[in-house]
């Protein structure tokens, strides 16, 4: 059996990254563990329980005090979300950048935007195709 466990990403601020992500997402945060001896904690968070869904693990550097490079060939992480616009507007009036507007990916069926998190990372939001009562691209 093969599964994606988690995707880790290194921020700068854990506190207002858990607010981001738990609040504004709607995350859980589900472990914390802090690593003394290596000088970082690991705070994993996500939408349901690490042993069956696919978690974020953000990861704090005690002793960082510069944002890091992005590199040139990540792109984004994706999550789904039942009413884009509504979900877009809401992250608005809390002060989140917004890159691309709601709105169709040319050539497909979906509606997507992208916003930026505390650390400037780019997210994904993706239209739930069962909210818009289409699900043949879950199917294959």
Known sequence: MRRLA???????????????????MGMQELRTTPYPDGRFTNVFVGYGPADRTAVLEL?????????????????HF??????????????RAEGVRVTREPGPMK???????????????????????TYCGRQAWRNG
């Open 78 to 91: 994706a999550i789904e979300v039942e009413d884009l616009e509504g979900f877009v507007a809401g992250l």
């Open 107 to 129: 050539g497909s069926p979906y509606s997507i935007a992208f916003i930026r998190d505390p650390d400037d990372y780019p997210i994904e939001l993706l239209q739930s195709l």
């Open 6 to 24: 988690h995707t880790m990403i290194r921020v700068m601020d854990l506190d207002r990254s858990l607010d981001f992500y738990v609040r504004l």
């Open 59 to 75: 990861t704090l550097n005690w002793d960082r005090s510069e944002p890091y490079e992005k590199g040139g060939a990540w792109g």
